[in-house]
């Protein structure tokens, strides 16, 4: 079945800095990766999506891309804030009749004024 | 204008009781799920309905029982409770491309 591996697992980074989280899926026919953030206490919300037929997209200090081949997808945060405190998803999308949303386990990131 | 909303958002029961949790959306989605998250906050898909007819079944114990009355509601039935059915229970929908809308989840504490 699909799998997703998410790296790493926490992330400490200064204020300021960037933070790339990583992620692999197994199954060749995902064709949907969104990103959500949980804050403490919270539910998941999206925060960015990219479909299989875009290698890179970017929304304002946010960005993900996609490497088919290699079945890589990863999150960039630029500028990092106190705020972007939280854990963050990544997930892979298998259609054809199944509709499952597989998550990886979670990176918890830690930004530090 | 909670768009996932379930209810309740804790329950806290002994082993062995029965319990419910309610889940409505007013997206207009065709597709709910429910996922749960355990301690270490991995999110793990129990079930998902499609237009009130169950689509995946992720080996979940037969003590839980999803039910959905129509396209806008999902709930969860679990049954005889063990102390490992403590987590938290999120209810989703989506329109099927893949983008999840949840709800605030239920955390479960079962003593």
């Known amino acids: 079945g699909e799998n997703v591996e998410q790296h790493p697992s926490t992330l400490s980074v200064q204020e300021g800095d960037s933070a790339v989280i990583k992620c692999t899926y197994s199954?060749?026919?995902?064709?949907?990766f969104p990103w959500y953030k949980q804050e403490l206490g919270k539910r998941p919300q999206l925060i960015i999506d990219i479909r299989s037929n875009v290698g890179e997209k970017k929304d304002q200090r946010i960005a993900v891309t996609l490497n088919k081949t290699a079945k890589h997808f990863s999150l960039h945060i630029t500028e990092t804030q106190p705020e972007d405190s939280a854990v963050y998803f990544c997930a892979a999308f298998l259609s054809g009749g199944y509709n499952k949303l597989i998550f990886g386990a979670g990176t918890r990131l830690a930004v530090h004024p | 204008d909670t768009a996932v909303s379930q209810t309740p958002k804790y329950l806290v029961t002994q082993m062995g009781n029965d319990k419910s949790i309610k889940c409505e959306q007013n997206?207009?989605?065709?597709?709910m799920y429910w996922y749960k998250q355990d301690s270490k906050k991995f999110l793990k898909i129990m079930f998902s309905y499609n237009n009130k007819e169950l689509i995946i079944n992720e080996t979940v114990p037969n003590r839980f029982s999803p039910k959905s009355p129509d396209k806008a509601h999902l709930n969860l039935h679990i049954n005889s409770l063990e102390l490992g059915d403590s987590a938290v229970y999120f209810c989703?929908?989506?329109?099927?491309?893949?983008?999840?809308?949840f709800g605030n989840g239920t955390r479960l504490t079962v003593t």
């Open positions: 199954d060749s026919a995902s064709n949907y």
């Open positions: 989703a929908s989506s329109s099927g491309g893949g983008s999840l809308h």
């Open positions: 997206l207009g989605h065709d597709t």
